[in-house]
């Protein structure tokens, strides 16, 4: 009775086990980091990442912080991260989602057994989205320079 009983938990085990395995695809991976990011999840999405995409999360978590400094608390509506497909070669995978409308890419890498997204410097999540938030933090700052040479005044 004990030998069937052990025999229920190590196949209860190996397929719970099995099941957790098969749900760490690089689609999955590349949804769930997405959609941290989207959250604001900035630690979140670093378990998910490489070494370079922590360096490019802490950057977009300081310049969060920054703005929420100079009262920007207004939060966009996060988007939703559909058809996430990835094309595996090797140890490296190109994947494509659509954030609502807009089509983006990711790229991950296999290391240690764990798919991890890996940001390029070059190449954040989304460039254009960037590049906007870097115009209002500049446009925030101007302001800002503003209103302390009208207090100074």
């Not at 959609?35 to 950057?59: R, V």
């Not at 310049?63 to 996430?84: A, C, H």
Request: with cysteine; charged share 40%.
């Amino acid at each position: 009775m004990k030998a069937l009983r052990l025999i229920s938990i190590i196949l209860v085990a190996g397929i719970c086990f099995s099941a957790c395995e098969r749900e760490k695809t690089p689609e999955s991976v590349a949804e769930k980091f997405l959609n941290y990011l989207e959250e604001g999840e900035f630690n979140k999405a670093k378990d998910l990442g490489t070494q370079n995409t922590h360096t490019i999360l802490e950057t977009l978590q300081a310049f969060e912080d920054l703005g929420e400094q100079f009262g920007e608390t207004e939060k966009e509506e996060p988007r939703n991260i559909t058809d996430v497909e990835c094309n595996v070669e090797g140890d490296v995978a190109k994947c494509t989602y659509m954030a609502d409308d807009e089509k983006g890419e990711l790229d991950l890498v296999k290391q240690d057994g764990k798919w991890l997204v890996d940001m390029k410097k070059e190449s954040p999540f989304d460039e254009e989205a960037f590049d906007e938030g870097l115009e209002d933090l500049e446009e925030d700052l101007e302001d800002l320079e503003e209103d302390i040479e009208e207090i100074e005044l």
